[in-house]
């Protein structure tokens, strides 16, 4: 008597997934889309003695490995290939480091700092230096062309700079 894939599952206390998985292997085989339920007990049976047998006999598996029924071994290389892929990217990062293509954190954010407390003190400085200019001029377009050209030449010299103020 043929049955439907998930009761046989049911019967079996498999995932409707474990049956569909058995059929894709062909450990399992449809008559029009249904499974008879005697041929696949067979099937399953046949499928985990061998297996039995593989392992008694410590022939390695699919993978290679040999197995004593227990998953510890594959955990193991799991976990070793996982350590030395993160001990491989760790060397890579500090090598990359050492060369400069990498900088801390704190090197910017500190150099990001430095470079902003020097712009504003050279922007700071200017009122100072065009004040008396400013007052005596009467044109707009004047004053407007002297403060362009102070502030442009406080910023071009920030970029011949490195940080140390002479003014």
């Keep these: 008597m043929l049955i439907t894939q998930s009761e046989w599952a049911r019967r079996n206390g498999f995932s409707r997934q474990y049956v569909t998985q058995l059929i894709n292997n062909g450990i399992v085989a449809l008559v029009d ?3 008879d339920p ?4 067979l099937a ?7 297996a039995k047998q593989r392992r008694r006999k ?3 598996d699919e993978s290679g490995s040999e197995e004593s029924g227990s998953p510890l071994p594959s955990m193991l290389l799991r976990a070793r290939i ?3 892929v993160k001990k491989a990217s760790l060397l890579e990062i500090r090598e990359k480091v050492e060369l400069g293509r990498y900088v801390a954190v704190e090197e910017v954010q500190r150099a990001a700092v430095q470079s902003g407390r020097l712009i504003r ?3 700071l400085r200017i009122p100072d230096r065009v004040a008396a200019m400013l007052a005596a001029e009467t044109s707009p377009r ?3 062309e002297i403060l362009t050209t102070e502030l442009r030449q406080a910023l071009e010299a920030l970029e ?3 940080g140390i103020d002479d003014r």
Excluded: T
Excluded at 38 to 41: I, L, V
Excluded at 44 to 50: C, G, N, T
């Design 33 to 35: 889309g249904l499974v």
């Design 160 to 162: 011949h700079d490195d």
């Design 121 to 123: 003190d050279r922007i």
């Design 58 to 60: 410590g022939i390695p």
């Design 142 to 144: 004047v004053v407007r």
């Design 38 to 41: 005697e041929q696949a007990d």
């Design 82 to 84: 996982k350590s030395e």
């Design 44 to 50: 399953l049976e046949a499928m985990r003695s061998h």
